[in-house]
C-alpha cells in the first residue's frame, strides 16, 4: 500500500485543484481494470485526503501573501516620501507577516536567496541534507531595509537583531555581512570586526569578493599600525582582482618602504597565518562549485559551466581547470556532443584533490603586484 501511494504522490504537481482532478481520474481508469484495483483505489483515497487537508491552508496562505504584496507596494512607493517613522510602522507591520509564511520544519529549511546559484551553493555546503525551499518574499532584504531604519533612529542594537535575522534567511549575504561590519568598525570593535570578516570571508565565492576581503583586512591592519599585514592584504587582494587602484596602492606602500618590494610569497603566506587570515577561497565553497560544474556538464548546460569554470579559475588559478575549460572549447568548436564521461570525471579527478583543509597558495598569486607588471 505504502508503495501505491508514493507511485501516486510521485505524479502530483504541487497545484491541489488539478491534483485532485488527476486523482479523481484514476477512479474512472480502475473501472477498466480488474486486478488490484481496490488496492489503489484505496491509495488514492488516502492521497486525496491528505491534499484536501492542505487545501484549507493554502488559500488562508494566499490571502495573507496579497496583503503582504499591497503593504510591500505601499512602503516601496512611498519609502522616500514616509517619515522614518511611518516607514518603520510600516515595515513592522510586514515583518511578523512573512515570519508565519514560512517556519521552517523537519528536514524542510526555508531561505531566501539572491540567486538560484547562492541556493545550490548553500544546498551542497550547509544545508545538511535538508530540502531547501525559498522564501515566497527576499526576507533577507525586509530585514536589510528594517536594519537601516533603526539605525537612522540610533537602535543600534535592535538594528544588529535586524541584520541578524536578514543572515538567518540569507547565510550567503554579504550585504547583512557587510552591514555588520561598518556598525562594528564604527563603534572601533576590532575584535569583532575581524570576526565576522572571517565569515564574509568564508562565504566568498567571486575572486571579486575575496579580493573585497582582503582590502578591509588591509584597511584594519594599516588603523593598526601594522602596515606589513596590511602590504601583505593589498598583494593578495590585487592577485585576486588586479585592478590600477590596488597597484597605486601597493606602489605608494613601496615607496614608503622600500622593503616590502622584496616580500615574497612565503612571508606574505605567513602573515596571514599569523594573522589568522584565510588564503584563497574556502575550500568547501570551490567543492560544491565543481560539484555543480559536474551537473552541468551532464545535463549539456556547456554555457553555465563554462561561466562556472571561469569564476573556480579566477579563485583557484588551478591549471587542471583552465584544461577542463579550453577542452569544452574544444568540443563546441567541434560541433561534438559533450558527454558525462571523460570531461565530468577530469573535474571530479580535480575536486577529489581538493581537500576540505586550507592549502598554501600558489606562488604566482601572492607575488603578483604592479612591479611584476612593468
Not at 486525496?48 to 501573501?65: F, N, T, V
Not at 512602503?75 to 507577516?97: C, F, G, Q, T
Not at 517556519?103 to 535538508?130: M, P, V
Not at 570531461?343 to 579527478?349: A, G, L, R
Request: aromatic residues 8%; contains cysteine.
Amino acid at each position: 500500500m505504502e508503495e501505491k501511494i508514493q507511485i501516486i504522490k510521485n505524479n502530483l504537481t504541487g497545484d491541489i485543484e488539478h491534483d485532485i482532478i488527476f486523482l479523481n481520474s484514476l477512479y474512472e481508469e480502475q473501472n477498466t481494470i480488474i486486478s488490484d484495483a481496490t488496492a489503489t483505489i484505496e491509495a488514492i483515497n488516502i492521497v486525496i485526503e491528505e491534499i484536501k487537508d492542505l487545501q484549507q491552508p493554502k488559500e488562508e496562505k494566499y490571502a495573507e501573501e496579497t496583503e503582504i504584496d499591497e503593504k510591500i507596494n505601499e512602503l516601496l512607493n512611498h519609502i522616500d516620501e514616509e517619515s522614518d517613522e511611518d516607514a518603520l510602522k510600516s515595515i513592522e507591520e510586514i515583518i511578523p507577516k512573512i515570519e508565519n509564511l514560512t517556519k521552517n520544519e523537519d528536514g524542510i529549511l526555508y531561505c531566501s536567496f539572491k540567486t538560484e546559484y547562492e541556493k545550490q551553493l548553500f544546498e551542497r555546503i550547509f544545508a545538511d541534507e535538508k530540502q531547501v525551499i525559498s522564501t515566497p518574499y527576499a526576507n533577507d532584504v525586509i530585514y536589510i531595509m528594517y536594519a537601516d531604519l533603526l539605525l537612522k533612529k540610533k537602535k543600534r542594537t535592535q538594528a544588529m537583531e535586524a541584520i541578524d535575522r536578514a543572515i538567518y534567511w540569507n547565510f550567503l549575504s554579504r550585504e547583512a555581512r557587510e552591514k555588520k561590519l561598518d556598525i562594528y568598525f564604527e563603534k572601533n570593535e576590532i575584535v569583532k570586526y575581524l570576526s565576522s570578516l572571517k565569515l564574509l570571508h568564508m562565504i566568498s565565492y567571486t575572486a571579486t569578493d575575496i579580493a573585497a576581503c582582503y582590502n578591509k583586512y588591509a584597511f584594519v591592519f594599516d588603523s593598526l599600525k601594522d602596515r606589513r599585514a596590511a602590504y601583505a592584504m593589498y598583494r593578495l587582494s590585487y592577485s585576486y582582482y588586479p585592478n590600477d587602484e590596488m597597484a597605486n596602492i601597493i606602489s605608494e606602500y613601496e615607496e614608503s618602504d622600500t622593503s616590502l618590494k622584496d616580500m615574497s610569497a612565503d612571508e606574505i603566506y605567513n602573515l596571514a597565518l599569523d594573522n589568522e587570515v584565510m588564503v584563497g577561497a574556502n575550500s568547501k565553497i570551490i567543492k560544491a562549485l565543481r560539484g555543480l560544474i559536474t551537473d552541468l556538464i551532464e545535463n549539456g548546460r556547456i554555457k553555465e559551466a563554462k561561466l562556472m569554470l571561469e569564476n573556480d579559475y579566477s579563485m583557484t588559478g588551478d591549471e587542471a581547470i583552465a584544461d577542463i575549460y579550453n577542452k569544452l572549447l574544444e568540443l563546441e568548436k567541434n560541433d561534438e556532443e559533450v558527454q558525462d564521461n571523460e570531461v565530468t570525471e577530469n573535474v571530479e579527478e580535480v575536486n577529489e584533490e581538493t581537500e576540505v583543509k586550507e592549502e598554501k597558495p600558489k606562488k604566482k598569486r601572492a607575488t603578483k603586484s604592479k612591479k611584476n607588471d612593468d
